[in-house]
T-cell receptor, first 114, second 112 residues
């Protein structure tokens, strides 16, 4: 069984640029959630995708967008990068089952915006 | 609003001893789940233990157990026989629908 994978592991961008982060869900999982973890903080929910549709969104601006593909992998896109977007971005996959889903996390992508 | 509070930013324990990490949460929902995740320096968030709110019995996973007090909205994690590999950030999290709401974390240090 393959766990959740994310790419790239590290990324450096400059303010105003755009970035795409990628996530492959754990085998058999059709739901993917994205979280932003600033240094020294707990992760904050960005959004969730289920069967290629957005299925809930946290308090993030529209320049944070996502996609889910038929194979359940997912992308997180961030436009017009700001310095405060520097963080660890975590992807988690789960099986749908109401509020009972246990989310399994990937290793994260560390984004630095200069 | 759903919130999770971890009041201990840092904890330390001697190897082989027992330590308890505290967590309180706030929700108006009746059906929800609580989790403890461990985040070592490698950054990957690892599930430690899960508790269903409708179950009165406290969850246990080997050396890890919880004390779930639903009325008090308290969910503490007890680590018995602490090992050096237990050193990490520990996050308490709540889920009612879709998203996990995390606390600020507790950094656990194991002293040899």
């Amino acid at each position: 069984e393959t766990g959740v994978t994310q790419s790239p592991t590290h990324l450096i961008k400059t303010r105003g640029q755009q970035v795409t982060l990628r996530c492959s869900s754990q085998s058999g999982h059709n739901t993917v959630s994205w979280y932003q973890q600033a240094l020294g903080q707990g992760p904050q929910f960005i959004f969730q995708y289920y069967r290629e549709e957005e299925n809930g969104r946290g308090n993030f601006p529209p320049r944070f967008s996502g996609l889910q593909f038929p194979n359940y992998s997912s992308e997180l896109n961030v436009n017009a990068l700001e310095l405060d977007d520097s963080a660890l971005y975590l992807c988690a996959s789960s099986l749908p089952g109401g509020p009972a889903e246990t989310q399994y996390f990937g290793p994260g992508t560390r984004l630095l915006v200069l | 609003a759903q919130t999770v509070t971890q009041s201990q930013p840092e904890m330390s324990v001697q190897e082989a001893e027992t330590v308890t990490l505290s967590c309180t949460y706030d929700t108006s929902e009746s059906d929800y789940y609580l989790f403890w995740y461990k985040q070592p320096p490698s950054r990957q968030m690892i599930l430690v233990i899960r508790q269903e709110a409708y179950k009165q019995q406290n969850a246990t996973e080997n050396r890890f157990s919880v004390n779930f007090q639903k009325a008090a909205k308290s969910f503490s994690l007890k680590i018995s026989d602490s090992q050096l590999g237990d050193a990490a950030m520990y996050f308490c999290a709540y889920t009612g629908a879709q998203k996990l709401v995390f606390g600020q974390g507790t950094r656990l240090t194991i002293n040899p």
